[in-house]
């Protein structure tokens, strides 16, 4: 622009075009239009436009986000509401809700339009949309008594979830799915929500060691919370061939449920296949923290097992990991499944 005057200024005529006001007016115009998309171009990049990485991830105590960064820039906004409607620990988790409701590629980035009785995506504030979609997920995980499965399942069905849930034993896919049919069959709808809100927004939410919160819905015969806590203490222990107790240095894998299930009194003595002569079998659609998990590793039977957690995962002491937590998904692909049991 400024070579453009300047050969502009040697010329005559320039002069008397500079004198005439419509030639000002003009000019402040064009300079106004080039200030105005210089900021916008600044505020696409800086906001995670193309040019961004094209996933963030974001730590906390309940784990770890794997979210574009479309979704990550909302992060301050998110922990800002997040924190004023006390659930400033799941910030991690409504991150991982954002990825799957809108990806960050929308204005309504929560879709929370209709949480307040608007047609789906009249929100048109990204702002907004987080401050309505927060203060409702903060309701339904205090309905939901802090069950996050079923304040997820929740935000995506209606707080009407929570109490047909809760006098069925609590949140299971089951139940979800049968919440579904009753009410597309009385709205006269093909569907009703999303069955699999939970896996599709856990498979963004990477849980860390030591991170798992379980909740058990009082339905097992025994104290899921407590004894999944006995567990937790030997986190990082490594595998020890045989270790019952903690004056092993470690466990195997049946030795750490016979040791943390001895404490809360329930007799779980024996190997892995010992263990699954103990207990029934539940199908997949019915599993709840507290259900054991079985697989053929070494030899055909039952060789491994351990204690299914929430969300595809389960704790267990393995070879490679010592007392860990593992995902059921990825040992279905290296060893035979032999399924969930419960006692």
């Known amino acids: 622009m400024q070579g453009v005057l300047k050969k502009g200024?040697?010329?005559a005529g320039t002069i008397a075009i500079l004198k005439n006001p419509l030639s000002w007016i003009i000019a402040g115009i064009l300079l106004l239009l080039t200030s105005l998309f210089g900021f916008a171009l600044f505020t696409s990049i800086s906001l995670g436009g193309e040019n961004q990485l094209e996933s963030g991830m974001?730590?906390?105590?309940?784990?770890?986000?794997?979210v574009s960064?479309?979704?990550?820039?909302?992060e301050p906004l998110i922990r800002k509401y997040a924190e004023q409607n006390g659930v400033g620990e799941y910030v991690n988790i409504i991150l991982a809700m954002i990825q799957q409701e809108s990806g960050g590629r929308e204005l309504d980035v929560m879709q929370s339009s209709e949480s307040i009785g608007l047609p789906p995506g009249a929100i048109t504030d990204p702002e907004y949309s987080i401050q309505v979609g927060v203060k409702n997920f903060a309701e339904v995980m205090k309905q939901a008594k802090g069950d996050v499965n079923l304040a997820l399942q929740s935000y995506n069905f209606g707080d009407g979830f929570i109490r047909y849930a809760l006098e069925r034993g609590g949140y299971s896919k089951e139940v979800a799915t049968q919440f579904s049919h009753r009410m597309a069959a009385r709205e006269g709808w093909g569907r009703y929500g999303d069955v699999n809100y939970v896996d599709h927004v856990m498979q963004y939410y990477k849980v860390g060691n030591g991170s798992v919160v379980v909740m058990g819905d009082g339905s097992q015969s025994f104290d899921v919370e407590e004894v999944h806590n006995i567990m937790k203490q030997y986190l990082g222990r490594p595998y020890v061939?045989?270790?019952r107790t903690p004056a092993a240095g470690g466990f195997d894998c049946s030795g750490l449920l016979e040791y943390a299930f001895a404490q809360v009194g329930v007799d779980m003595y024996g190997t892995a296949q010992s263990q699954y002569n103990k207990t029934k079998p539940v199908s997949e659609e019915h599993i709840k923290p507290g259900d054991f998990v079985f697989f053929s590793t070494y030899k055909p039977g039952a060789s491994h097992v351990g204690m299914y957690v929430g969300n595809g995962q389960f704790i267990n002491a393995n070879s490679s990991g010592g007392t860990s937590y593992s995902s059921v998904e990825e040992w279905k692909n290296l060893y035979p499944f032999l399924g969930f049991r419960r006692i």
Request: charged fraction near 25%.
């Open 241 to 243: 061939w045989g270790g």
């Open 58 to 66: 974001s730590e906390g105590e309940g784990g770890t986000a794997q």
């Open 9 to 11: 200024a040697k010329a």
């Open 69 to 74: 960064s479309e979704v990550m820039r909302y």
